[in-house]
C-alpha cells in the first residue's frame, strides 16, 4: 500500500510537469475526456476516415444496360444509396446489382478508370465529418465517429470548425503514366475545403487528422500541393495507422481472395474479387520488395511467391493487367514526405498476416493465415520502414516529426479503444497549444 501511494504521488508530480491541457486530459475521467475544457484557440481541424466509411449514390441512366431486370428497377429515378447500409444490399437481393454497378471499367482512349456504361456515380456529403460512417452495426463508433465526439465534446463544431473530405473508394491518386480524372478533381475539392476552413477560421492554418487509407489520402494530397501553400495553411499533419505507400500484406491478400474492407453478411469474400478488380485502388499499397524481399508471401502447393514475382503470380490468380498499367507502376518503392509538421501514431502487439497458404493451388478457397507482427491490418516492418523514411527526410529540412507507437491496440481501433484514444487527444492538444 505504501508503495502504491508512493508512485502515485511520484506520478501526479510528473504530471504536473505537462502542459496544462495535456495535464489536464490524462487527468480526466475516461468519460470527460476534453469535457468542460475551453480552448484558447481553434485551428480548424479536417478529419479524413478509413477505406469503408465515405458512402456512395448512384443514378441509372438510359444507357444502362442491366444484366438482371431487377437492377434497372431505378433507371431514370434519380440518385439512390448505392455504397450506405451494407443490409438493404442484402435484404433486397440488391447484392448482385451492387457489384456491377460499382465495378469500373479502364478507358485506354484516355488512359483512365470510368463507370459502367450508363452509371452515375457520387460521394455523398463531401465537406462534412458526418459524411463517414459505417456500414452496418458492427462497429458504430468506427470510422473516427469517437474521435468525432471527443472533439465536439471540446467545442468543435462540423462545418464550422470541424470538416471532412469523404472520397470514391474504387479510384487511386494517379501513379506515374496514369491520369485520374476523380482524383484531380477530389484534390482541387480538398485545396478548396482547406483554404476556406482557414479563411472561415480568421485564417488560421488546419490541422489534417487521417486515419488508415484516409491517411494515405492526405500524404498523396499534400504532395500534391505546392509547398509554399502547405506553410501557408497547415498546421500539423496527424497520421493514425496510415496504410503505408510501401506496401503491406492485406491488400495482396484481397486481391487473391476478395476484399476484406467490403463486408457484407452471408456474402463471400470471393463472390466481390471481380468487382475489387476493377478498382484501380485496389492496386495500391502492394507489398514492396524493398520492405519484404524475397520472402515468400504467397505459398502453394507447388510455387512460392515474393514481393518479386508478382508478373508469375498474377497471371496464376487470373488477374489481367492488359490495358492498364504495367503492375510493377503500382508497386510503390517511394516515400515522399509531406514536408509539415507531422505525428503518426500506430498500434503494434497485434498478430497481423504476413503469409497466406494455399494449400491446394486453389485460389478458389480460403487460405490459411501465417501471423507475425503489427496492428491487425498493417505490418509492423512496414510500419517502421515507413515511420524511418519519413523521420529521415524530414530531419533533413529540420521539420517536426513526431513517431508515437502504441502497444495492443488494433488498426481500427486506434481512436476507439480508451487508452489509445487518449493518448491521440493528448497528442492533438498539445498540437493545438503550440505556438498558437
Known amino acids: 500500500m505504501a508503495k502504491t501511494k508512493a508512485f502515485l504521488g511520484l506520478l501526479q508530480l510528473l504530471l504536473l510537469l505537462l502542459p496544462p491541457s495535456l495535464r489536464d486530459y490524462l487527468w480526466a475521467a475516461p468519460s470527460d475526456h476534453g469535457a468542460g475544457q475551453q480552448l484558447k484557440v481553434y485551428h480548424p481541424i479536417l478529419l479524413q476516415a478509413g477505406f469503408s466509411c465515405s458512402s456512395m449514390e448512384a443514378r441509372l441512366t438510359d444507357a444502362y444496360t442491366p444484366s438482371l431486370p431487377r437492377c434497372g428497377a431505378l433507371k431514370g429515378k434519380g440518385w439512390f444509396p448505392l455504397w450506405n447500409r451494407t443490409a438493404d444490399l442484402v435484404d433486397h437481393d440488391y447484392v448482385p446489382c451492387f457489384k456491377e ?50 472533439l465536439e465534446a471540446l467545442g468543435y463544431r462540423d462545418g464550422d470548425t470541424l470538416f471532412g473530405a469523404p472520397y470514391d473508394i474504387r479510384h487511386a491518386p494517379p501513379r506515374p503514366g496514369q491520369r485520374s480524372k476523380v482524383y484531380t478533381d477530389y484534390f482541387a475539392r480538398v485545396k478548396d475545403l482547406v483554404q476556406h476552413a482557414s479563411e472561415k477560421n480568421g485564417n488560421k492554418t488546419v490541422i489534417l487528422i487521417g486515419h488508415s487509407f484516409g491517411a494515405r489520402l492526405l500524404l498523396d494530397f499534400l504532395n500534391s500541393t505546392p509547398l509554399p501553400w502547405r506553410k501557408q495553411f497547415i498546421k500539423h499533419l496527424v497520421l493514425l495507422s496510415p496504410t503505408p505507400t510501401i506496401g503491406f500484406m492485406q491488400p495482396l491478400t484481397n486481391l487473391a481472395w476478395g476484399p476484406t474492407c467490403i463486408v457484407m453478411e452471408n456474402v463471400p469474400r470471393l463472390t466481390l474479387r471481380p468487382m475489387w478488380w476493377s478498382f484501380p485502388s485496389s492496386l495500391l499499397s502492394q507489398p514492396s520488395p524493398a520492405v519484404f524481399g524475397h520472402n515468400p508471401l504467397i505459398i502453394t502447393k507447388h510455387r512460392n511467391y515474393s514481393a518479386y514475382d508478382y508478373q508469375d503470380f498474377l497471371p496464376a490468380l487470373g488477374f489481367s493487367m492488359n490495358g492498364v498499367l504495367p503492375f510493377n507502376k503500382w508497386v510503390d518503392k517511394r516515400v515522399e514526405s509531406p514536408m509539415v509538421p507531422t505525428t503518426y501514431l500506430s498500434g503494434f502487439g497485434i498478430q497481423t498476416t504476413k503469409q497466406v497458404v494455399f494449400l491446394d493451388d486453389n485460389f478458389n478457397v480460403e487460405p490459411e493465415n501465417v501471423y507475425g507482427d503489427g496492428d491487425g491490418v498493417v505490418n509492423w516492418n512496414s510500419v517502421l520502414v515507413f515511420a524511418k523514411e519519413l523521420k529521415r527526410q524530414h530531419s533533413a529540412e529540420n521539420v517536426l516529426f513526431k513517431f508515437i507507437k502504441i502497444p495492443n491496440v488494433s488498426h481500427s481501433y486506434i481512436s476507439i479503444q480508451e487508452d489509445s484514444l487518449k493518448i491521440v487527444m493528448a497528442e492533438l492538444l498539445e498540437i493545438l497549444e503550440a505556438n498558437s
Open 101 to 150: 454497378q460499382m465495378s469500373l471499367v479502364f478507358d485506354p482512349a484516355i488512359n483512365d478508370y470510368v463507370n459502367q456504361p450508363g452509371v452515375e456515380t457520387r460521394v455523398t456529403n463531401f465537406g462534412s465529418t458526418y459524411g463517414f460512417a459505417w456500414k452496418d452495426e458492427s462497429c458504430p463508433l468506427c470510422c473516427n465517429v469517437k474521435l468525432r465526439n471527443e
